[in-house]
C-alpha cells in the first residue's frame, strides 16, 4: 500500500470513531425523531493509537525536516576545537539507534556527533544538512541515506531522485570544506520477531533496488574523489539479505551488527582525514 494510501485510510478510520462517539453523545438526547442506532466510542479499540499516530503526523506537517529534533542539543555543543577531528554522522533511524546504550555504544572517547533522525529520507536530510551538518564544523561528514527514500517513508522516489539528493548533501559538505564519506545502503531480510511473526521486510525495500543504488553511490564517491563506506559484504549472508544473528527486526542493526560496522566507520573517517577538504 502507498504512503499516501495508508495516511488516508487513517484518517477515516479516526474520522469513522469520531461520527460513532457523537452519535452515541446525540443518541442520549432528547429527540423528536428515532435517533440512529449508534456504538460508543468504547468500541474503536484502535481510537487512541490512530489519535497518537495522527498526532505525529500533525508535529511532522509543522516541522517537516524536524529541525527542532537536535536544535536544543546543537546550540549546546560547543564549537569544534582547532585541532578536533569532529565528525557528524547524518542519516535516518540505523543511525539514530547507534546512539542508544543497548546499541553497544556510540565511538566512546571520540568527538563524533550522531544526527539521525529515525524514518527520515534525504529530501529530509538536505533541509537540515546546515543546521545538523554545516554548522557543527565537523571535519568529516558521514552520511547512511536511502533505504527509507525506496520503502517511500515520504511518498514514491525514484533511485535518481535519491542520487541527486545524495549529490546534493556531499557537494554542500565540500563547499564548505567538510570531507564526506558516502556509505552504502544496508542489506535487509525478513525476520520472525520474538513473537514468532514474520516481519517481511523486502517488499518495501526490494533487495535489486538497493543494489542498484549502491552501485551508483560507490561510482559517484570514487568519481568525485570522496570515500565510500561499504557496510554490504561484511552485513549480508550469501545470498545478500541482512545476516540474521546481527539484527532482531530485519532492517536495524542490533548491538553485533554495530559492532560489525564501527570498525568499518573508523577506517573510512581516517581514510577522509587524509584527503584534503
Known amino acids: 500500500m502507498e504512503w499516501g494510501e495508508r ?33 460508543p466510542a468504547s468500541d474503536c479499540a484502535q481510537l487512541p493509537e490512530m489519535q497518537k499516530q495522527l498526532d505525529g503526523d500533525a508535529r511532522r506537517l509543522k516541522d517537516w525536516a524536524e529541525l527542532d529534533h537536535y536544535r536544543a542539543a546543537n546550540a549546546a555543543l560547543a564549537p569544534a576545537a582547532k585541532d578536533e577531528a569532529r565528525v557528524v554522522f547524518m542519516g535516518d533511524s540505523i543511525t539514530d539507534m547507534w546512539q542508544l546504550p543497548k546499541s553497544g555504544g556510540f565511538f566512546p572517547g571520540k568527538p563524533y556527533v550522531d544526527r539521525g533522525i529515525g524514518g527520515q529520507t534525504t529530501p529530509q536530510m538536505i533541509l537540515r544538512f546546515r543546521a545538523d551538518v554545516i554548522a557543527l564544523q565537523p571535519k568529516v561528514v558521514v552520511i547512511l541515506a536511502g533505504t527509507n527514500d525506496i520503502a517511500g517513508n515520504t511518498g514514491p522516489m525514484t533511485l535518481q531522485e535519491t542520487e541527486g539528493n545524495l549529490a ?5 559538505a565540500r563547499l564548505h570544506g567538510i ?26 525495500r526490494p533487495p535489486e533496488k538497493i543494489l542498484a543504488l549502491n552501485e551508483w553511490i560507490k561510482k559517484y564517491a570514487v568519481d568525485n574523489g570522496y570515500v565510500y563506506l561499504d557496510y554490504f559484504p561484511a552485513t549480508a ?3 545478500g539479505y541482512l545476516k540474521s544473528e546481527i539484527t532482531n527486526d530485519g532492517l536495524h542493526p542490533n548491538a ?5 560496522m564501527g570498525p568499518l566507520a ?12
Open 7 to 39: 495516511k488516508v485510510k487513517r484518517m477515516l478510520g479516526l474520522v469513522a470513531c469520531m461520527q460513532l462517539s457523537a452519535a452515541g453523545v446525540w443518541a442520549q438526547q432528547p429527540a423528536t425523531r428515532a435517533p440512529t442506532e449508534a456504538r
Open 168 to 172: 546534493t548533501m556531499a557537494e554542500l
Open 179 to 204: 570531507r564526506v564519506v558516502l556509505s552504502s545502503v544496508m542489506p535487509v531480510n525478513d525476520v520472525a520477531n520474538a513473537d514468532g511473526n514474520l516481519i517481511v521486510q523486502t517488499e518495501r
Open 237 to 239: 549472508d550469501e545470498k
Open 256 to 260: 553485533q551488527g554495530y559492532a560489525v
Open 266 to 277: 573508523e577506517k573510512a573517517i581516517q581514510e577522509a582525514l587524509k584527503k584534503k577538504p
